[in-house]
């Protein structure tokens, strides 16, 4: 393929070998950026005849003054089909191009994205010459080609460094783009790996004079590593937490929500309220919970009925999280396990945005929310505090492409849960932090974003759930760590097994009591081979390390313990298999802390009839199960705790008494 660069009359040609893989992705007549060439159409041999295209960088100021913020100029990267097989070719108007994109200077003020680099207002000023701002991306309606929006993305990615930097003698360090969410998921950036890292105000490049535009996601690309480093940005210090800090029935509230940015401090006020008076009865509703107060009744409904966007689920916990953070710190290994639970509220005929979650004993569709969450636990098995809460109204797969990409499919949220987690443990250095998870987060894609993520990042421990083929091996993965050589026979507890109802598509199982089981240990280095779907078949094998437990030997009615754990932490030893094993067993606080939300406060009896009001008030009851779970687990840890940490005076008071009246009973002196 032909490559040209123009600037002015001038030219510059360069010959690009093809790589198979493109050749092989676009066979239909689209322009594409960098060095891909594109099929064109078909002949009657059934052959394919390449096109010849060339990259095209133009400026398109046209003597008009920019009203950006900086001098740099507006650039505009386009393809078009070269008009002649010659090496110089006319750019035709950009209308005829089939993909193209438009870069200029980045926004002055951007609260989010300036939040997320961390800069001073000196340092933006300093350093925002180096930012560009995607403004156009198009594609024509008429194209239809997997994967191009994205690569596109990549590509392009690759190419503006040199090219800017070769024109304006600046190296820019960071793209800036926006979606409007309302029509566009923004998946092509995720698979570009683009961050999202929150909205605009609507208010345009003109400031409150021009308020009024829709709100837009704000998606970034850092161009180097590094980026705060070479800004001269210092990474906000996080002071540790102690877990049982701040517990208290008065203070706690306010610790885990005061801080909370909802765009007015009387919202903020609401919030630690409505928190504080329904963590005092977390089985009630919160009219009980207010003792009847009609004022502050009224105050709770319309703040989780507010129509402001500012009341998300991530605003609501951006407190908590923050204080979670800090506690995190103060451990050596974190634990941040991720799991998924079903919220069924099919007797909710009138809530509006509810999905399909199943189907019930009768055979009949069950409507509720999804709940994806990210839990830290500390080695010894305290809860830490949320990280994430993902609700969502699942939809049925049933006639989409199996073959989609990944960014378009549900089990994405294992991957954007395991993104933010890598930058919470990029934070905090000291602390190893271990992203946890059962089968269903067996996704070959969540390994290969770990391998792909350069600097600090979290490492992987996930229970496999897929027979892999592995490189260098006739055998399976399976197969192969049963063939490994027996490391050593160990007891390891299993925690009670509950009752699980008989459906037509389940046959159920029994309760049964905690029991030790008493299992086999083996453990090995793997590689496992990419699956072989159109999405990832080309990616590179991945090397991990397996440690697979089996119970030869299970009581009678009892499932035998059968467990194949991923991880990217290395295992060359008995101790570092078994320490993993210890670690994942830490996974079922996830499931406790599922129940208490469930069955402690009440959860799926909310009455709201909408799915992001739902949500609110979800995301409110998360945070009170977690200080349950914490309080109940801190009695059993930590016996010698005082007992003012955690009660104030009345409470203490009441405790003493029923205390009395307990020994009493029991003839107790």
Known sequence: MRWQHREGQ??????????????????????????VAVNGPQTTAGTHRTQSFELIFAN???????????DIKPLYFGLHEATAPSLLANVPHPRSRRTSQRYSSAALYLEDRDEWIGWTHAQRL???????????????????????????????????????????????????????????????????????????????????????????DIYLYPLVEELRERMGVKPLPVEALDAASGLDAAGWAEQE????????????????KIVGDQAAQPSHSYSQAAGGNRYDLKGYYRFLNSAREELNVESLLQTHRTQTI?????????LVVQDTTELNFSTRSACEGLGPIGTNQTGAQSRGLDLHSCLAVGESGLPLGVLRLHGYAPESAQGKDPHRPIEEKESYRWLAAYAEVSLIAARIPETRVINVADREGDLFELFDLRRRQTGRKAELLVRANWDRCLEGSDRKLFAELAAAPLAKTVSIPVPRQREHRAKPSDPGRPALPARPAKVQVRFKEVTLSPPQTPQIRHKLPITLWAVCLVENYPPKGAAAVHWLLLTSIPITSVKQALKCVRWYGRRWRIEEWHRVMKSGCQILGHQNHRAHVLLRAIALDAIIAWRIMLLALLGREVPELPADTLFDPREREVLGLLTQKKDSRSGRP
Request: net charge positive; aromatic share 8%; hydrophobic share 35%.
């Open 10 to 35: 001038a030219a510059r040609t360069t010959e690009v070998t093809l790589n198979p893989l493109f050749q092989s992705l676009f066979r239909i007549g689209v322009a594409l950026v960098a060095s």
């Open 60 to 70: 398109l100021d046209r003597g008009r003054s920019s009203k950006s913020s900086t």
């Open 126 to 216: 300093e350093h925002l010459p180096r930012v560009l701002q995607m403004n156009r991306f198009l594609i024509r309606p008429r194209v239809r080609c997997e994967n191009l929006a994205s690569l596109v993305l990549g590509l392009c990615a690759r190419r503006v460094p040199d090219d800017f930097e070769g024109r304006y003698g600046l190296r820019p360090w960071l793209l800036e783009s926006f979606v409007d969410g309302s029509r566009y998921d923004g998946a092509c950036y995720k698979a570009a790996n683009w961050v999202h890292v929150g909205q605009t105000k609507g208010r345009g490049r003109n400031g409150p004079r021009d308020e009024g535009k829709s709100l837009k």
């Open 257 to 272: 929500f005061g801080d909370c940015d909802l765009g007015d401090p009387r919202r903020t006020r609401r919030l630690v």
């Open 326 to 334: 800090r506690r995190m710190k103060r451990e050596s290994t974190v």
